[in-house]
């Protein structure tokens, strides 16, 4: 039975869009819709990504939309404008999961999106523009090493090596894409030509504290901070782990402890400076071998592109010479680098005229975490409305958030594209 079949007898059939909204991110925070039964994981390409765009697909079809899959399984949803074929503003944001995460990152912003569309539907409204509803399949990167593979596929700036990528099932991006949806087009036809698409918003829990200490239940996003993902390396001498005396060792165990507390001191030395180690593991991995290798995964973010290089870099000189004090080989390397990105300044002000519009303060915060925005700035004008969450928690089966809220964000995010409609054809340029 797939979510959609929910919507006979389950909160699925709530009015309220809101609590609808919530309840289909609930609906797809289980198997089938997630790979382990003890936690979400819904990495991209997954049999749990295919069961969710099923259920996305009856639901996008419910609110009016003609529903396609792209070169790269991105789930798009179309609602026409009064004329077939115009040019769409795009609502969106990410399907998948990292593991162990919560309901609402990234799948909220999709639902949001659909409820958008649902009320148009509802209301048998046109606009002068079309409006699609997109699902991105990567973003989290949870299972292929780069991230936001499916906004970069849409936004025209994947580099197209990333189809080689392998995930931990030694199966490579490319053929995970053939396995997902035979005779998919090729994921380079996902691209976007820029006329195409006008703008695009994107709804998403803060996954930080701002908003619920200031009793705000949406806020306006001005821009993404700056990131990196690097992959470092400590190579040493596997070993007899009872046999070899401790000053005869080549351990990169003791290595790898005094890189992540250096990480931990150049990222807490200047504010809006972050740092963390999420993956690290001990080669071969045998309790009695002394390892012969440590590898860990360090991410670091900044409100600049600037000053992410220069506490990469730092942090890389620090390997250097920890790997050198200990007579051990190391290496640190960029997976991907994504630069801080600005929210367009003429939609984030009709964006905030609609947060305003429905009775709430308008707060402007930053981001720390990534977003599709960031990449579909290349594409074309972006606006983020950030919704509170419980604790600020995220990445995490704890992170929470409210129907009011959900609702509250549909209201706001229809009266924005209201006010895009009737500020169309623009008779500047269009915004950004
Ligand atoms: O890592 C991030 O900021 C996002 O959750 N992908
Ligand atoms: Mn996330
Ligand atoms: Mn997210």
Known sequence: MTAATHSSHDPLSATDAGE??????????????????????????????????????????????????????????????????????????????????????????????????????????????????????????????????????????????????????????????????????????????????????????????????????????TAIAAQKRLSARFTGMAGHAGTTPMDLRRDPGPAAAEAILLVERVCGAEPGLVGTVGRIAALPGAVNVIPGEIVFSIDVRAPTAERRDAAAALIGAGVAEIAARRGLGQSVVVDQALDASPCDPDLTALLETAVAGVGVAVRRLPSGAGHDAMVMADLCPTAMLFLRCRGGISHNPAESVSPADAALAVRAMSRFIEALAESWPPTQTPPG
């Open 20 to 221: 609808r909204a919530v309840a289909r991110c609930d609906a797809l925070g289980v198997p089938p819709y997630s790979e382990a039964a003890d936690m979400l994981f819904r990495p991209y390409l997954s049999s749990a990504h295919r069961a969710a765009l099923e259920a996305l697909s009856a639901w996008m079809a419910e609110a009016g939309m003609t529903v396609r899959m792209d070169g790269a399984a991105n789930l798009i949803g179309r609602y026409e404008g009064r004329e077939r074929g115009a040019p769409a503003m795009t609502i969106g944001s990410h399907i998948d999961s990292v593991r162990n995460g919560g309901r609402y990152d990234g799948a909220l912003g999709v639902m949001l999106g659909v409820e958008v569309v649902q009320a148009l539907h509802d209301r048998r409204s046109r606009l002068p523009f079309a409006v699609e509803v997109i699902a991105f399949g990567d973003e989290e990167g949870s299972r292929f090493p780069t991230s936001m593979t499916c906004s970069r596929a849409v936004a025209g700036t994947a580099d197209l090596s990333v189809l080689d990528q392998w995930g931990p099932d030694g199966v490579a991006l490319v053929q995970a894409l053939a396995d997902f949806e035979p005779g998919l087009p090729p994921f380079s036809s996902a691209a976007r030509r820029p006329g195409d698409v006008l703008a695009y918003l994107e709804a998403h829990i803060e996954q930080g504290p701002v908003l619920e200490a200031e009793g705000l239940g949406i806020g306006v996003v």
